[in-house]
């Protein structure tokens, strides 16, 4: 009975001082699967916006083409920000970007 109790104890003492296991928390894994989402839609984008003419027929600059370079430059940053947010364990402001 001595011998089992003092393996008890430290058996117990093992598992007190042993490092913690790292188990993924379920918002790690669906803010994965959403951020790789979004990044699959940035990269169509990204050949939609190339694929216009930086001029229009008349030779003016394509205003178009500028506003979506602008937003999709906005949405390139906030993306890069969630991705370093989810990397520094900060799922609350990952998820909010």
Known sequence: MKGS???GW???L????A??????????TGL???LEKHRQDIEFLNICISNLPETTRDGE???L??????????????EYHAH??????????????
């Open 65 to 78: 083409r500028d506003e979506l370079v602008s937003v999709f430059g906005q949405a390139l940053q906030r």
């Open 61 to 63: 600059p394509n205003a």
């Open 32 to 34: 994965t699967v959403a």
């Open 84 to 97: 370093l947010w989810l990397v520094r364990n900060d799922y609350g402001h990952a998820h909010a970007e």
């Open 19 to 28: 490092p913690p296991l790292h188990a993924l928390p379920a918002d790690v």
């Open 14 to 17: 093992c598992l007190m001082l």
């Open 10 to 12: 430290i058996g117990g």
């Open 5 to 7: 109790a003092i393996i």
